[in-house]
């Protein structure tokens, strides 16, 4: 085994993969960039080496400053984690040239893998069932709608070297063709530096099943069953689970097979993931699903196949690249129960999902799960942290495990329901909502089904009138919890009070709310909002079910799984922001100006598209959020900060 690795990654992952190689004797270093000096990674890894700029580029990706920090520190392996570096066959070059092992599959394996197309050519070899499209050379146009339409529509145009969803379009109808294809290129090119597309055919009902594989150096491979990972949004998974619900006996053999078969054909060593689009339009048949792609990386999702299996898959890569066989023979892998996987993200669902930035003020995860299911938690930020604009917005995978799928989702409801962040907005009540949805209990879930609740399941309630009074105490200060039995040494930190009435002014989602607030002789107080219900509540109060989180300048209330964000008014802000008018529309965050689509002078209307802004390696599409006229628009091309001025209309 090795005496000490270096993780080349940060957040989440590099947490995991700490915390198994500590259970196993297994010294660790940890790189992190400016933005990461105090970040968890760094506090819990044995060592710690700076590696540049916030920037993936100056940092995370700088394949040769990691290695160099792997030499120094004499580390003997380097784990890669997920992203960043972890498909790089030329990084796996120079880490074995280096003299240092490569913790993953070999470079030929990723290369045979890398581009989608490629990987569908020899799938089809190996006798793999794999997606009907075209997946050649050819990338004019007029051969690529010609193929399109031989395939026949509804088709998915995909990026070849794509990843996480992007750089994908669906086209419904031969006109769009053109537009949805210089779409995915421009995405495609901006996040994989490589614009080429395969076109394939769009499954109806797609599910997508993926099984997770293991090889090692010996030629051995096993699976360890499949994930369903069919609740997305815009291709990109939102909760996972394991084993897929109503997968059956039949499926799971051909499809396991399959897997197995594809990783042998590669050689491939190290845990990998075979993922499969499943035709669910008729049940699940045995013949009806086919080869999409392999991850050759340990999965964002692993977790829900190490909660059934009982196998810690980090540790299966260590041994595995440290020169030991898989641990497990095929036949003494076995399945327990069921487990869900939910992605916490920093990002604004009833705002078209943007991702969110911000400092994570108040961060609690709950620990206790109902008896007989299992919580588990996987994060790399702690309150206070920041969730900055250079890299994912995951902020946590909650993942529970329960004897059944119903008593696991139960316990992913009810985790995702107490899991309470401020600071930034976040997706937590959308995956409350999701775990909740009687459609997705039910296990009919294709990867449509978000999109086509998507209202139902963002859907943002206002506060309640007991949010709103809560939320108005803590703005006035009274936030301490009352934790003492003795009356006085509660009572004193609100002497200010007395017997005075104070009036607490917050906005909520732009909307002013006046509150009147009375201290009582025993300690509590009357909290009245102007033209609501009136409440007797005391100090930091957690009351009913409630939370209260108070921040600069805010005070978020968690009540029923949802968060409201009340911000405290301060009148000078409050000023200059109407001086401002309110006839401009500002970046949601920074991002690179894709492209313009009205000038100066232009009439437009509301929801008109007015340019596209791409932020973290995605395409956002702002639009008009009224009618006007426009005096002023960003310029194609340019860099833009969190809060630039976009659009301004005149008056
Ligand atoms: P896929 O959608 O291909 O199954 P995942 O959902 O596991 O893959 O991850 C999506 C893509 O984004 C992968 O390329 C993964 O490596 C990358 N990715 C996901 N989360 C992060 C993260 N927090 N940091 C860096 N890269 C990430
Ligand atoms: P990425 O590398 O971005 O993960 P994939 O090829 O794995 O790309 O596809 C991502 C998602 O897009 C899948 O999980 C699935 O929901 C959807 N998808 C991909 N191919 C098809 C298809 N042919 N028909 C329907 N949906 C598809
Ligand atoms: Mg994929």
């Known amino acids: 085994m090795f005496s000490k690795i270096l993780i080349a990654n940060r957040g989440e992952i590099a947490c995991r993969v700490i915390r198994t190689a500590r259970k196993m004797g297994v010294k660790t270093v940890a790189v992190y960039s400016d933005a990461d000096a105090r970040a968890l990674h760094v506090a819990m890894a044995d060592e710690a080496v700076h590696i540049g700029g916030s920037p993936v580029s100056e940092s995370y990706l700088r394949g040769d400053v990691i290695i160099a920090a792997a030499k120094a520190t004499g580390a003997d392996a380097i784990h890669p984690g997920y992203g960043f570096l972890s498909e790089n066959p030329g990084f796996v070059d120079q880490v074995t040239q280096a003299g240092l092992v490569f913790i993953g599959p070999s470079a030929d394996s990723i290369r045979a893998m890398g581009l989608k197309d490629a990987a569908k050519r020899l799938m089809e070899k190996a006798g793999v069932p794999v997606v009907p499209g075209y997946h050649g050379e050819a990338q004019e146009i007029v051969i690529l709608a010609s193929k399109a339409r031989e395939i026949g529509y509804p088709v998915l145009i995909k990026a070849r070297a794509g990843g996480g969803g992007k750089g994908m379009r669906r086209v419904d109808h031969p006109d769009d063709f053109a537009d949805a294809l210089s779409g995915a290129r421009r995405e495609a090119k901006a996040a994989f530096g490589d614009d080429r597309v395969l076109v394939e055919k769009y499954v109806d009902k797609p599910r997508h099943i993926e099984v ?373 529309m500002r970046a949601p965050m920074p991002g690179l100006v894709k492209l313009v689509r009205a000038a100066k002078g232009d009439k437009v209307t509301k929801g008109q598209p007015l340019l596209v802004l791409e932020a973290m390696k995605m395409e956002h599409t702002i639009t008009a959020t009224h009618d006007g006229v426009i005096s002023e628009i960003a310029i194609e091309g340019s860099q833009v900060t969190d809060g630039t001025v976009l659009v301004r209309f005149e008056d």
């Open 212 to 584: 997770q594989v293991f090889g090692d150096n010996f030629g051995n491979a096993v699976h360890l069953f499949e994930r369903d990972c069919s609740a997305q949004r815009r291709h990109q998974k939102v909760i996972e689970e394991a084993p897929a619900p109503g997968m059956t006996a039949e499926l799971r053999a051909a499809m396991t097979d399959a897997a197995v078969k594809a990783a042998k054909a590669i050689k491939y060593s190290g845990a990998g993931t075979i993922e499969f689009i499943v035709d669910a339009s008729d049940g699940l048949k045995p013949d009806r699903f086919w080869f999409m792609e392999m991850n050759t990386r340990l999965q964002v999702e692993h977790p829900v196949t190490e909660m059934i299996s009982g196998v810690d898959l980090v540790e299966w890569q260590l041994r595995v690249a440290s020169g030991e066989q898989v641990p497990l023979a095929q036949e003494d892998i076995t399945l327990s129960g069921h487990a869900f996987e939910a992605r916490l993200y920093a990002e604004d669902p009833a705002k078209g999902f943007l991702p969110a930035i911000g400092t994570l003020h108040h961060l609690s995860f709950p620990s206790e799960a109902a008896p007989g299911t299992e919580i588990r938690v996987e994060t790399g930020v702690r309150q206070g942290d920041a969730i900055s604009p250079f890299y994912d917005p995951m902020i946590a995978k909650v993942v529970t495990h329960g004897p059944d799928r119903a008593t696991a989702l139960d316990a992913l409801a009810d985790a995702v329901t107490r899991t309470e962040v401020a600071g930034s907005t976040t997706n937590a009540a959308f995956l409350a909502a999701l775990a909740r949805d009687p459609d997705f209990a039910s296990g009919d879930v294709d990867t449509g089904l978000i999109g086509r609740k998507q209202d139902e399941l963002t859907a943002a309630p206002p506060p309640s009138s007991r949010a709103i009074a809560l939320a108005a105490l803590a703005a006035t200060g009274a936030t301490a919890p009352v934790a003492s039995d003795d009356p006085w040494s509660s009572l004193a930190g609100y002497a200010h009070f007395n017997a005075l009435a104070r009036r607490a002014t917050l906005s909520f989602g732009g909307a002013d709310i006046v509150a009147h607030i009375t201290a009582r002789p025993d300690g509590r107080f009357d909290v009245r909002p102007e033209g609501g219900e009136a409440f007797v509540l005391a100090a930091g109060a957690s009351d009913a079910g409630a939370t209260v989180a108070a921040w600069p300048g805010h005070v978020t209330v968690f009540e029923n799984g949802r968060s409201f964000d009340f911000a405290i008014s301060d009148p000078f802000a409050r000023a200059a922001e109407i001086g401002e008018g309110t006839s401009s």
